[in-house]
């Protein structure tokens, strides 16, 4: 199936990336910016996640409560996301209410409240998120893993910030954040579904022109530890145990992320992975284990997660590297590479079938791998079919070895079986 992008440009300088699908009934709009946690002020800890709900809160004001309404009797729905390095505007509707949610959309991103009593009404609703969402145990996990890897304290949160922090948040804060990063440069729309482009070029034209011109200015540093290295965490007092192993890999725009993607998902991608079908239906010593890879324009991560009984915290681990040393010694074969990335691409038309995901993985791509991966889907199969067992093999060499190796537990684990541990990490 084909879906051919194409990039444009405003006149004020955003970058606008559109795909036409012809007979879609919705259309999917996204508007990314490049502005995430780990641009957060030094102790004001969830300013850029603050800002998302500040700018919903731009529907609330009398000169556009009646747009919004419109937009909702339509059918309309919007959604938005804070990220490490983005956060991202969303928004669907019918094919022939394009134009309205494109309107939506600029207010939402061009008006900020940024009043005392915006920022007290907003704090309270963040915070009850905190609590829905169980800010603690998010925020030790992010801490620490980027602590281990050696990140600066930009990174050391969660997205939502910490409880302490939001009120030190002033108005002063939020509009500097804002007229900082909320910039033509730093900004990329994607839409798609059955649109009229010339049209709604225009309409983009017409309502982005508020927009502040120029490039965000943002500097981060690398992660420069070097593994393996361990964080453990003894749990006496509930049966909840937990681990979570970090293997730093290739960014978002390194030439191996179609190999990544391939490898992730044959060590934790799903119930059909290796480490699902060892820990789980195999050991019977977990229910779930579930994994990601966090990329960013500078750093990548190989993220695996795994709760499990405080008392197979050890059992749980040494499962772990023996499929990992498994993958390492033993290749797949040629057929088993084949089904691997059939799967991997089925899955992924499946998802981009959905107009509001396609839009955003449009917008977020050009916006932090422009140049490098920023693909349409045909492009991205293409590159996943070139995946051959030498790319594969070289991907899990790097990322699996010693010092690209970072560990966090939290249960039993014995002197002697984190040496253990820490042995065959270094052997890896």
Wanted: with cysteine.
């Amino acid at each position: 199936m084909r879906f051919p992008r194409e990039v444009h440009q405003l006149e004020n300088g955003i970058r606008v990336v559109l795909e036409k699908r012809q007979s879609a009934i919705p259309v999917g709009i996204c508007c990314s910016v490049g502005a995430g946690s780990r641009n957060d002020y030094a102790r004001k800890d969830g300013l850029a996640h603050y800002i998302e709900h500040l700018l919903f809160r731009s529907r609330l004001h009398d000169e556009t409560r009646r747009l919004f309404e419109r937009f909702s009797d339509a059918g309309g729905d919007m959604n938005a996301v804070t990220m490490l390095d983005r956060t991202s505007f969303s928004l669907q509707s019918l094919s022939e209410d394009v134009g309205l949610g494109i309107q939506v959309l600029a207010r939402i991103v061009g008006d900020l409240p940024s009043s005392e009593s915006d920022l007290r009404s907003e704090r309270a609703i963040i915070l009850d998120e905190m609590l829905l969402t169980g800010e603690d145990s998010a925020q030790a996990f992010q801490r620490v893993k980027f602590k281990l890897l050696g990140g600066d304290e930009s990174l050391r949160h969660s997205a939502t910030g910490k409880r302490r922090r939001l009120g030190k948040i002033s108005p002063e804060d939020v509009r500097q954040f804002y007229n900082e990063f909320y910039r033509t440069e730093n900004m990329v729309i994607g839409i798609v579904g059955d649109i009229d482009t010339d049209a709604v070029l225009g309409m983009l034209n017409t309502e982005f022109a508020r927009i502040a011109s120029g490039a965000a200015q943002s500097k981060h540093r690398a992660l420069e530890a070097i593994g393996p290295r361990i964080k453990h965490v003894p749990s006496a007092t509930s049966q909840e145990g937990y681990v979570s192993c970090f293997f730093r890999c290739p960014s978002l725009r390194s030439n191996q992320l179609a190999a990544l993607q391939v490898v992730t998902d044959v060590i934790v991608g799903g119930p059909h992975s290796r480490l699902f079908q060892r820990l789980r239906e195999k050991d019977s010593l977990v229910y779930d284990v579930s994994g990601s890879l966090e990329l960013t324009p500078e750093f990548g991560t190989l993220d695996i997660f795994v709760p499990t009984k405080r008392s197979n915290v050890h059992r749980v681990l040494q499962a772990i590297l023996d499929e990992v040393e498994k993958l390492k010694r033993d290749s797949l074969s040629d057929d088993a590479l084949a089904r691997w990335r059939t799967s991997l691409m089925k899955r992924g038309l499946l998802g981009f079938d959905d107009v509001m995901v396609a839009a955003c993985w449009y917008a977020e791509t050009e916006l932090l791998a422009s140049g490098h991966n920023a693909d349409d889907f045909e492009g991205w199969n293409a590159k996943l079919q070139q995946v051959d067992k030498k790319a594969f093999d070289e991907v899990v060499h790097d990322v699996f070895s010693p010092e690209n190796s970072f560990l966090y537990a939290i249960g039993n684990l014995a002197p002697w079986h984190r040496r253990k541990i820490n042995r065959r990490l270094k052997a890896l």
